[in-house]
Antibody
């Protein structure tokens, strides 16, 4: 059974860089059939797609976040990572990682991790 | 790239059917058969309920069904049960730039 687990600091200061890692177990991140994505959800609000990455390193980002986002993959560790720079309170959210099928369907999700931006 | 439009709320009594709409544009919902629907209970991660407009993942009850007409996709829940009370989100592939876009979510209440 595929499992995804987000990890990283739960508190980030304004203007700093948010860094999260998603560890995939029960399957290979190098499969040619899938993308791997990051989605976030501010408290009490809806879901927002952040970006997606293929095992080869090809990336696609939400245009509203593109200037601040970097997603990378480490196939040797079966992990992919998110960096979001120059964070503000508006970036406070639960951050989810997910496996993505063709057509942008997210079929397996991590449990999510709350990141709070505050000094 | 704008969020897909969903009604903020929907409701129905146990045993009834309810339909939730998801409106986009010809660049996303209307342009591709890649609409997904997710169910989210409080404090939980979203769960895939429908993908590619009409397909159900293994384990999802056939009370859940999806459809699409033009730029609007719909999720129908038949035979409402108490455990169906949750937030529901639609999502679509958004084409040429390989974007993905979510709807704002609909809170389904079982009366």
């Amino acid at each position: 059974q595929l499992q995804l687990q987000e990890s990283g600091p739960g508190l980030v200061k304004p203007s700093e860089t948010l860094s999260l890692t998603c560890t995939v177990s029960g399957g290979s991140i190098s499969s040619s059939s899938y993308y791997w994505g990051w989605i976030r959800q501010p408290p009490g609000k809806g879901l927002e797609w952040i970006g997606s990455i293929y095992y080869s390193g090809s990336t696609y980002y939400n245009p509203s976040l593109k200037s601040r986002v970097t997603i990378s993959v480490d196939t040797s560790k079966n992990q992919f990572s998110l960096k979001l720079s120059s964070v503000t309170a508006a970036d406070t959210a639960v951050y989810y990682c997910a496996r993505e099928l063709v057509g942008a369907t997210h079929d397996y999700w991590g449990q999510g991790t709350l990141v709070t931006v505050s000094s | 790239q704008s969020a897909l439009t969903q009604p903020p709320s929907a409701s129905g009594s146990p045993g009834q059917s309810v339909t939730i709409s998801c409106t986009g544009t010809s660049s996303d919902v209307g342009g591709y058969n890649y609409v997904s629907w997710y169910q989210q209970h409080p404090g939980k991660a979203p769960k895939l309920m429908i993908y590619e407009v009409t397909k159900r993942p293994s384990g999802v009850p056939d009370r859940f069904s999806g459809s699409k007409s033009g730029n609007t996709a719909s999720l129908t829940v038949s035979g409402l049960q108490a455990e169906d009370e949750a937030d529901y989100y639609c999502s679509s592939y958004a084409g040429s730039n390989n974007y993905r876009v979510f709807g704002g979510g609909t809170k389904l209440t079982v009366l």
